[in-house]
Nanobody, 123 residues
Framework: QVQLVESGGGLVQAGGSLRLSCAAS????????MGWFRQAPGKEREFVAR????????YYGDSVKGRFTISRVNAKNTVYLQMNSLKPEDTAVYYC????????????????WGQGTQVTVSA
């Protein structure tokens, strides 16, 4: 199973930018669809973005579309989430996840999860 470690979270002002990284261990990273989710206190885990194995297809949740960009560098076993124009509503713990599925439909179809990294956006 792929082991995932997120980093790059922190405190940023509204309108600012932040880039999250997710480092994967093992040699099967390139065979996984990768995703980002987030969860704020009292809320359900929310889909943020996903990227296919080859990196040639991405998909975003409506709440972040146009502001966030997911990318991956398979040679580095790393996936990124570039977050721009951040809003206080983006405050959450952000989780990196890996799926053996080409098109995972929801959190249950992701096989591996990181421990999360906190992102706080001040008004």
């Amino acid at each position: 199973q792929v082991q995932l470690v997120e980093s790059g979270g922190g405190l940023v002002q509204a309108g600012g930018s932040l880039r999250l990284s997710c480092a994967a261990s093992g040699r099967t990273f390139s065979s996984n669809t990768m995703g980002w989710f987030r969860q704020a206190p009292g809320k359900e885990r929310e889909f943020v973005a996903r990227i296919r194995r080859s990196g040639d297809s991405t998909y975003y949740g409506d709440s972040v579309k146009g502001r966030f960009t997911i990318s991956r560098v398979n040679a580095k076993n790393t996936v990124y989430l570039q977050m721009n124009s951040l809003k206080p509503e983006d405050t959450a713990v952000y989780y990196c996840a890996a799926s053996k599925s080409w098109l995972p439909r929801g959190p249950d179809e992701y096989d591996s999860w990181g421990q999360g990294t906190q992102v706080t956006v001040s008004a």
